[in-house]
């Protein structure tokens, strides 16, 4: 077990040497170690909440014309060629398929706790601290202001237009990140985006009162 994980960590490592930083290794190095947080009290399969955390961005659709079968087909064929068992393979490619934001705007997806728990931990690498970081540094690669008053957020984005928003990075605190601790899965991730929600909501004080000359 501890090698095929090492195998895997250093085949994430190696496909995600040029990976922009919202989704690069160190991404999944957050994912991973939050997982094994979590699944420490929820109990699942150390295995499978491992190779899932570790292959869940191995191809970004963002930068694969918007193909989301690409990650999950990668996975798969890594998982085969270290000889995993083929329950576990296909355990894992659900996961990965059914993760996404994204994708949970589609219904019926596949659940379990391992999704759960990765899922998770996914997600709360998007609040917080490193959230808000990640955020900025995504709305500065798209030329995205800051912050205009004038621009108020959308409240309930389809699929498309959450992709093909230009809004300020202000505005995704209140169209996603904020809405995040209450689609938490599992009790301990729960825990967690409680303390991450609150910490943003500290920030977006601080940084209306710095905007209008206050604070
Ligand atoms: P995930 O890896 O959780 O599926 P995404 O690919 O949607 O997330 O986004 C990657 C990171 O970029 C996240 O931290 C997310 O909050 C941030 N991000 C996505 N869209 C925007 C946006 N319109 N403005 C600012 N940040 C964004
Ligand atoms: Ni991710």
Do not use: C
């Amino acid at each position: 077990m501890q090698n095929s994980i090492q195998q895997t960590i250093d085949y994430v490592k190696l496909t995600l040497a040029n990976a922009e930083v919202g989704h690069d290794w160190f991404h999944i190095e957050r994912v991973f170690k939050t997982a094994l947080t979590i699944n420490a009290k929820e109990k699942g399969d150390e295995l499978i909440v491992s190779f899932a955390a570790l292959l869940h961005d191995i191809a970004d659709p963002k930068f694969n014309n918007g193909d989301e079968e690409i990650g999950p087909n990668k996975a798969e064929k890594f998982l085969e060629s270290i000889h995993i068992d083929p329950i576990i393979i296909d355990h894992v490619k659900l996961i990965i398929q059914n993760m996404s934001f994204k994708n949970s705007f589609d219904t019926g997806g596949f659940s379990s706790k391992e999704m759960q728990i990765v899922q998770d931990a996914d997600r709360l690498d998007a609040i917080g601290a490193i959230g808000i970081a990640r955020a900025f540094t995504y709305g500065g690669f798209k030329n995205r202001v800051l912050y205009d008053p004038a621009i108020p957020p959308v409240e309930n984005h389809s699929k498309e237009s959450y992709k093909n928003t230009t809004a300020p990075t202000i505005n995704h605190f209140y169209e996603k990140l904020l809405l995040l601790k209450d689609t938490m899965n599992t009790e301990a991730g729960k825990a967690i985006a409680l303390e991450r929600h609150q910490f943003m909501l500290n920030y977006l004080e601080q940084f209306y009162g710095e905007w209008e000359g206050k604070r």
